[in-house]
């Protein structure tokens, strides 16, 4: 498996394992996620792939097959009235086809995307997961994260 920036020609297999990890989520909150959608429309997910302030990695096979991605976003503290002035790296989304987890493609995904971080002169590594989703929250906490805040709702 490689892991590598992203390309356009990755998108379809991003776009099938978005369709994955919404389903993931609409079964712990169906009355937040629709099943079968995705976060982006395939025009959304080309911009992105565009935007250098929210870098995509891939994990795919000899043939390129995208088995795995990471999306991040740096996020900038600068000139804030509260916060040091820092750059985070958020994983905003990262995601294996349900066929290959348990292989340690998510933890060669979360590595790349911690070194980029590091060699981008980022202070911190965040990212958010929906309660609910006990493996990614395992998951997580054996690559070494700790909470850092909660987020809290009440349904009306």
Known sequence: MNIRPAEKDDADGILSL???VNNVHN???PDLFIKNRTKYTKDELL???D??????FVAADN??????????IFQ???EDNNFPDITTFYIDDL?????????HIGKALYEFAKNFARE????NLTLNVWNGNDSAIHFYEKCGLRVQKYGLEEIL
Do not use: I
Not at 63 to 72: D, I, P, Q
């Open 18 to 20: 978005l369709v994955q």
């Open 27 to 29: 079964a712990a909150r």
């Open 47 to 49: 911009s992105v792939l």
């Open 51 to 56: 935007d250098k302030n929210r870098p995509v």
């Open 63 to 72: 043939e390129n097959k995208v088995a795995g991605y990471c999306f991040g």
């Open 76 to 78: 900038s503290h600068k």
């Open 95 to 103: 995601c294996v086809d349900e066929t290959q987890r348990g292989t």
């Open 120 to 123: 981008n002169g980022c202070y």
